[in-house]
């Protein structure tokens, strides 16, 4: 697309967004309500736009795991158009008063929450992200501008038209929804330097994107989901729980970002618990790739290189290491770790105290498994994605993380002496 | 600078930081009370450092209130260090718990405020923000690096000098402030992609170091401080209350962000208001620039052109345009502002409600002069500077506003089904 083009996506995004930032949560709930019922409505429509990405797909050697994330079916449809009325449900953040005081003056001054503005989003294969980041952006009052992968572009084109016209037959303003009908990368490059009409971008999706979006973005940018998560088994770790966590952070979903990639363990009870461990993971599929100890304890592990500690496998591969104790453990997730979730497994108090302090990430857990980093698990409801940056929001990014602040001031005349 | 040398600034940063990170408020204050004492100590080290910077801007024809700027005396370093002692009062804002809860699984979350980690500050000519920005740092946790303008390297280089090493003398680590003593701008160049240990970047200075800052920074990077603010008289506002808002907002300090540079006025009380406010501008040496309808009314003023509502005079320049209504105020404002500060003098309810909703800016007033945007006047003690970005910060940048979130999750084996 051309960048006049684009730019006439902003301009309209910033207009809406003037007017959705004092839209009434009313408007907004019936907006995404007749978003749903539009996607169950025309499922039919979307299921054909999306067999022709599929043949496209197919014809061109797409990988299996990229076809299955691109598949719709009735049952992802559905499941689409619940989560839009799911949104509905959630509290609306904007308006929320987050303190209010008088300063020495006299004034009254206010913090309340508004919108961020106008928001971009730029993902991969999955179409689903196109009604699932409208429905986040239009609940906390943002405009949005969708761009998705090429692979989908026939699935994202319906769904978008679909799910912002609905919105609009509600008096949601046109703007508020769009959608970049174009799959090449230049529109995405004119994008992540829009800085006069976009507040925020967020990429969803790859290693490649992500950093694309990093090296050249000069509009704010939120990183999201890049995981590479450690288990720590500490000396005083109780043996069935450890392997439970372990073999949860790994394999119960290996493709998402709080899935761990490494197994710490204390040198203490490595011997004592690393075969349990190992050969639960090794029974579920997992490859092991150990450090020279970790090899001498469970001789059947690959040996793992330098390069396998900073690895997001994304995938049934786990590195394991034997550490000297915790802040050896500590240091090395530290050094590799991508701030998103760490775990640690012990019955020690302390331990549990000093890991939750000295870990830098954005979920540090005790006892429990990595995997429930994610909006759901946490009470949020849906989310935006994960982020792993300190800057504005770090884990989950729910309906809260789409806003900004905004002091309200009342005076009588008040003058600065 | 070597870029080894300033990614080794870097990582003693980064290590610094996971101290800092877990240290005491006492140990923060102790080290904040002691820099304060080292600046009394050795003012006539400072001075005299000043004095080699200011014969420098002299011999090289750095205008005069860049001149002031960079001016030290006995004075300002009193207040530089009476400022450190008033950071080491506030409240220490990591470790604040913003919320926990027990998720459906039984997991214990709390929600902790933690530092940012390492912070880069890129600043201009003037030598007290070393100190200032130092102490906001260490007070918040954060590891800090500096960077100062070329024409206060003097300055700036024993200003760090002698912080830094009290600090160290109370157990600050090594590595927790440090200055870059290099005048070239490669440096900031390789500071603002150096993603690996810098967590976000604050330029503080004019609007040539932001602009490069935003067209090239790879990091994380928080705006501040640019500001086209406005007063908006509206059809009902009080004549007397008026013209004091409109004259301190534009001339109590006309080279500040929050100082106001456009004036709008209701075309229903134009005439018999703005003969008032201006010959009241004028009084106080105000050059105005108005448009076609103002200068019908108050003809001594020069014309407006559109470049006019786009700038940032940071001097005793005003513009002023008579609108329609508050809609127009409005919509000028949201085309024109820059999200800083901006106000209504009015006397009707309704105006005020709306002007507080639809304005689009960090602080919104009603009735008061715009000068208060100021971490000191909204009562955050010391501040950082003013965000004009929504991200992360918007408005005065206090303590709160150099910290980040981490989530606590305390489980007994909880796996994700």
């Known amino acids: 697309m051309l960048k006049e083009q684009i730019y006439e996506l902003g301009k309209k995004a910033r207009t809406a967004s003037r007017i959705l930032a004092t839209a009434s949560t009313r408007m907004k709930n019936e907006g995404l309500i007749a978003m749903a019922e539009a996607l169950r409505v025309n499922k039919g429509e979307i299921l054909s736009a999306n067999r022709l990405d599929l043949e496209n797909g197919h014809s061109t050697g797409l990988p299996e795991p990229m076809l299955e994330r691109l598949l719709l079916n009735e049952k992802r449809i559905d499941e689409m158009a619940y989560g839009l009325d799911k949104t509905a449900d959630l509290k609306d953040p904007v308006g929320e008063v987050l303190g209010a005081w ?24 999955r179409p689903n992200v196109t009604a699932d980041a409208a429905g986040l952006c239009l609940k906390s009052g943002n405009s949005v501008i969708l761009k998705g992968g090429k692979e989908a572009i026939n699935s994202n084109r319906i769904i978008a038209s679909i799910i912002s016209s609905a919105a609009r037959s509600r008096g949601i303003p046109e703007g508020a929804i769009q959608f970049i009908d174009s799959t090449d990368r230049e529109s995405t490059a004119i994008l992540m330097k829009m800085n006069e009409y976009l507040d925020v971008l967020i990429p969803r999706g790859g290693k490649g994107l992500k950093e694309a979006i990093q090296q050249n973005a000069t509009v704010p940018v939120i990183m999201t989901g890049m995981g590479i998560c450690h288990v720590f088994i500490d000396e005083t770790a109780d043996m069935p729980m450890a392997v439970n966590i372990a073999v949860n952070a790994k394999v119960s979903r290996p493709s998402t970002c709080n899935s761990a990639e490494t197994l710490l363990i204390h040198e203490k009870c490595a011997e004592a618990l690393l075969p349990s461990v190992a050969k639960a993971l090794e029974e579920k599929g997992v490859e092991l790739r150990g450090d020279e100890r970790a ?3 469970w001789p059947g592990m690959k040996r793992a290189s330098m390069e396998d500690w900073a690895t997001e496998y994304l995938d049934l591969i786990m590195s394991v290491k034997v550490v000297k104790g915790l802040e050896e453990a500590v240091d090395h997730i530290n050094t590799y770790g991508t701030g998103h979730s760490e775990a640690i497994v012990t019955e020690n108090y302390s331990s549990s105290s000093r890991f939750l302090e000295a870990v830098d990430a954005a979920a540090v857990y005790v006892n429990a498994s990595t995997r429930f980093t994610d909006g759901g698990e946490f009470g949020f409801g849906a989310e935006m994605g994960i982020s792993t940056q300190k800057l504005h929001a770090r884990g989950p990014m729910g309906l809260e993380q789409l806003t900004s602040v905004k002091y309200i001031i009342r005076g009588h005349g008040q003058i600065r002496g």
Chains 1, 2 share one sequence.
Do not use: F
């Not at 300063?103 to 206010?110: A, K, M, P, S, V």
């Not at 309340?112 to 989003?121: A, E, K």
């Open 102 to 125: 008088k300063n020495r003056q006299g004034l009254e001054i206010g913090r309340t929450r508004v919108p961020l503005g106008v928001i971009g989003i730029v993902y991969e294969s």
């Open 295 to 297: 090899r001498t304890i």
